[in-house]
């Protein structure tokens, strides 16, 4: 599936191309460009933003549209908040967030400049980022334009800006505009598995798997979920001790060398484990062949069918909001899992340079950045906030205390003490490929899946 | 295959129901759990809130769960607006009558030609006109994306009334071909001796005796435009939805069938149902035999 997904968008991409050639038109609408760079310069005052958007009368969001909780917020949140402005919001329902990214893509390559392309905003982060920025198809830098960007950090002498200024280590360059916090979270389900037995790090996840095969999976990578606990394998098991800092680096700082011998010992292990997931086949020399489910939705099938005993994905509020929602059991809980560190990230609201309501785009930007739409997402939904708490109000910050969803078995303070960021957004291509070349279709040794993941990047 | 099927199930119900056999009543038993059964397991995923292996039955029940609900969940979320069933429902039913009409005014000519008429070059004609059975959509589906984001057509309704068009004329065209040639020349004639002009014998003779391979025609028209997923995918880009583009984002990715994808699912199959129902006596069982044995 995932393959023929990309096979399908470098097609659309050449095919883009080749005709866009043809018939490219470098100029966008000249009317958008004014505004552009009045916008980004900050000769525009807030007023004259909402005017134009007010004229331009709709935006266009592509946010992952795979929950009813979600989209029921934002049709009941987010498209009044914009009606005030005289803004109609229309949402694009995605499956997968490079699908948005496609599109804008494949209208650049047809010669849609500024002004020009359907898509006004894209909830964005990571590769899908890094995508945009390298092909220089991000709007610009807005983040700190907007009147509600007083609630980030975005001063660089500042250690708490470093999620906002960075995703996955690549650096935003406030072209987009953190919405939302992202915690990579393991549960369990306390019918099937005590507490007390739950593995806490890799080391008695392989002890325990050995005891009990089959018991455990993960999301195949590159789908962004597998790819996280992939990373945090690679974390756990660098030869420095250094965790998470040496991922830090950009793939070409890092180099292809250095890069296999931080990550050898990880790779091993997911090597190591692999007979003991599910389906693959246990320790008697026959290799099975172990189940990867595509995404957190399969992942979360597995789990709730009792199939697997821990599901590790994204979602801090998760198990909370999926016992309110009748996919988890009662007796699910969360499992501070693996205690070398679990990853937690931001994610974003990107402008494509194409959006053909820019200054629609900034005001949707600015709704979704306010503390009052921050803590109903938080309290409605369990999305964790994208604004940085400590740049609200004592009475903001009891009212966060106060709707926040349990985190469901274990404390913000054990949480807190285990929390590591994402690794170089440049890194996660060599990450997925070497996996995919090295666990899953073990087509060589490790360091030819390594050089030939760099050498495909 | 399957019209002939439904043929032949109807002429033993009606003819043969005294003589029918342990087997007969086996195999019809057959059909209707094979045709019915699937839906049992989506009815009852429809009204749960929690249902997990091994329970045969939902732990716990839509209705039970409902009140306490913060949030609209199951058939309350597949009926509010932000699902979107109502929409991409009245989006997939305009789009389809559409298609059928234009598909239909296409595909009359064109099939009474080569139904009717010998000339050079036909039998090409012939397979020309089946090509799009031939190649798959997705091959073509990117180029005509590429195509229709310069025309401006990509995300717009007459963009996806083109591309549904594709599919749909080889059938109609193969359908209406059958019933023309099936079809005497003898009646017009005659309606014309008597003294009627092209239009009068058009909507007096020939009209009414082909209506019901038309309206067979359309009913195949209409059920694959309804369940055309991948070209309304690529050329409506998220803007427009339709009831299969919009089941494909529920249940891609291979998670549990939960409550809003079973509802959403239900619901998928009710224009077709419709129509079917709507257009049964209208059409003649032979009309499906020959369209597709001819």
Redesign the interface.
Same mark, same amino acid.
């Given at each position: 599936m995932t393959t023929i997904r990309s096979t $399908?968008t470098l $097609?659309?991409i050449a095919?883009?191309m080749i =005709?866009g050639h043809v018939?490219a038109q470098p100029q966008g609408d000249p009317d958008a460009e004014a505004f552009r760079s009045a916008f980004l310069a900050g000769d525009l005052s807030w007023d004259a933003v909402l005017e134009r958007a007010a004229a331009e009368g709709e935006v =266009?969001w /592509?946010h992952w *549209? &795979?929950s #009813?909780?979600l !989209?029921?917020?934002i049709?009941?949140v987010v498209r009044p908040a914009l009606a005030e402005y005289g803004v109609t919001l %229309?949402t694009? %329902? $995605?499956?997968n967030t490079r699908? /948005?990214v496609d599109?804008v893509l /494949?209208?650049a390559a /047809?010669g @849609?400049g500024v002004g020009q392309g359907?898509i006004d905003a894209i909830w964005i982060n990571g590769e899908n980022f890094f995508t945009l920025s390298s092909q220089g198809l991000n709007f610009g830098s807005f983040a700190d334009l907007v009147p509600n960007s007083q609630y980030f950090h975005f001063d660089t002498s500042n250690p708490a800006s470093g999620p906002n200024l960075f995703d996955f280590g690549y650096p935003t360059n406030r072209e987009e505009i953190p919405w939302s916090g992202d915690q990579y979270m393991c549960a369990i389900d306390t019918a099937r598995l005590e507490r007390s037995e739950a593995p806490a790090d890799f080391a008695e996840l392989e002890a325990w798997l050995r005891e009990n095969p089959g018991r455990f999976t993960y999301v195949r990578p590159p789908q962004y979920n597998g790819n996280t606990f992939v990373q945090t394998v690679l974390y756990a098991h660098n030869p420095d001790g250094d965790g998470y800092v040496s991922f830090q680096n950009a793939a070409d700082a890092l180099g292809v060398d250095e890069f296999i011998r931080i990550t050898q010992p990880g790779y091993e292990y997911l090597q190591r484990i692999e007979p003991f997931l599910l389906g693959g086949g246990g320790s008697d020399g026959m290799r099975g062949s172990p189940i990867y489910? +595509?995404?957190? !939705? &399969?992942l #979360?099938?597995l789990f =709730? !069918? &009792? +199939?697997i005993d821990m599901a590790c994905q994204f979602g801090m509020y998760n198990t909370a909001v999926s016992i #309110?929602? *009748? @996919?988890f059991?009662e007796t699910a809980e969360n499992v501070i899992f693996p205690a070398q560190g679990m990853i937690k990230n931001k994610n974003f609201i990107g402008v494509p340079i194409n959006a053909p309501n820019p200054a629609a785009a900034m005001v949707l930007a600015n709704v979704l950045a306010s503390p009052e739409n921050q803590i109903s997402k938080l309290g409605?939904?369990g999305y964790v906030l994208g604004i940085d708490a400590d740049l609200l109000t004592a009475e903001q910050q009891a009212e966060i205390d106060a709707v926040a969803p349990s985190l469901v078995g274990i404390t913000y303070d054990e949480l807190g003490a285990v929390t590591v960021p994402d690794t170089n957004a440049s890194l996660v291509d060599v990450i997925e490929g070497t996996w995919t070349a090295f666990i899953e279709r073990r087509s060589g040794s490790f360091e030819d899946s390594v050089r030939a993941a760099f050498a495909d990047r | 295959m399957i019209a002939r099927r439904r043929a032949g199930t109807t002429e033993i119900r009606r003819d043969d129901r005294d003589r029918l056999g342990p087997f007969g009543r086996f195999y019809v038993t057959f059909v209707v759990v094979a045709v019915v059964g699937p839906f049992i397991p989506l009815l009852i995923a429809s009204f749960a809130f929690r249902w997990n292996w091994p329970d045969l039955l939902p732990s716990r029940w839509w209705w039970e769960a409902r009140e306490t609900a913060r949030l609209p969940l199951g058939w309350d979320y597949v009926f509010s607006p932000v699902s979107r069933v109502l929409e991409s429902a009245g989006n997939t039913v305009l789009i389809a009558l559409l298609v059928t009409l234009l598909c239909t005014l296409i595909s009359l000519p064109a099939a009474r030609v080569l139904a009717r008429e010998r000339f050079r070059g036909k039998s090409f004609v012939e397979f020309f006109l089946l090509t799009p059975l031939i190649v798959p959509e997705i091959a073509v589906g990117l180029g005509i994306l590429v195509t229709f984001i310069q025309l401006g057509l990509a995300g717009t309704f007459t963009g996806i009334i083109l591309v549904h068009l594709i599919p749909t004329i080889p059938y109609m065209v193969r359908v209406l071909t059958s019933v023309f040639q099936g079809l005497s020349r003898d009646y017009e004639e005659q309606a014309r001796v008597l003294g009627a002009g092209p239009l009068r014998t058009m909507w007096h003779v020939t009209l009414p005796m082909i209506m019901p391979g038309v309206i067979a025609g359309g009913l195949f028209a209409f059920l694959i435009s309804s369940n055309i997923f991948l070209l309304t995918f690529f050329i409506g880009r998220g803007r427009i939805e339709t009831l299969p583009t919009l089941l494909f984002s529920r249940v891609s990715g291979g998670g549990a069938l939960d409550a809003v994808a079973a509802g959403v699912a239900l619901i998928v199959c009710i224009p077709g149902i419709i129509m079917l129902v709507l257009t049964e006596r209208f059409i003649k069982e032979e009309v499906f035999a020959k369209g597709f044995g001819g």
């Open positions: $399908l $097609l659309l095919i883009a =005709v018939h =266009v /592509a *549209g &795979g #009813e909780t !989209n029921t917020w049709d009941t %229309r694009s %329902r $995605l499956t699908d /948005a599109l /494949a209208e /047809a @849609r359907s489910p +595509e995404d957190q !939705n &399969g #979360e099938a =709730v !069918n &009792g +199939e #309110e929602t *009748g @996919r059991a409605t939904i | -």
